[in-house]
């Protein structure tokens, strides 16, 4: 699991590598440019149930750090839709599907929470 360090806590965002991948370069984009948005994740097994959100600007520090020393593959249709969420006033979630092969679910409230408990955990 990789880590997204926000502003000057010490505690982590742990995040899937893949996922952080991808989250990395939507952000890097829209701070680049100077544009503030919301980032937003389904708390991780072993957390209270809910949900977290942070403000993303350019005067805030990140730190991006992966468990890989390999760069992950990016899927440009992720990254486009990542891009036009971090662009509406939802902002970027990161309850949304890499494509990766999951097996079926009984509905899709457990689907989405299986999707997104492994993806991000708050340290």
Do not use: C
């Not at 937003?40 to 730190?63: F, Y």
Request: glycine share 6%; proline share 7%; aromatic share 6%.
């Amino acid at each position: 699991m990789a880590k997204l360090f926000y502003g000057t806590t010490t505690e982590p965002i742990t995040i899937d590598d893949r996922m952080l991948a991808h989250v990395k370069v939507v952000v890097a984009t829209k701070l680049r440019r100077g544009e503030s948005f919301t980032l937003s994740w389904v708390h991780g097994a072993g957390e209270p149930v809910g949900r977290s959100t942070i403000w993303l600007q350019p005067s805030i520090p990140l730190r991006f750090v992966f468990d890989s020393e390999q760069p992950e593959a990016l899927d440009q249709n992720v990254l486009k839709r990542m891009a036009n969420d971090a662009n509406s006033s939802r902002g970027l979630s990161l309850d949304i599907d890499l494509g990766e092969s999951a097996p079926a679910k009984t509905s899709p409230r457990a689907d989405a929470a299986e999707r997104t408990r492994p993806l991000v955990r708050a340290a």
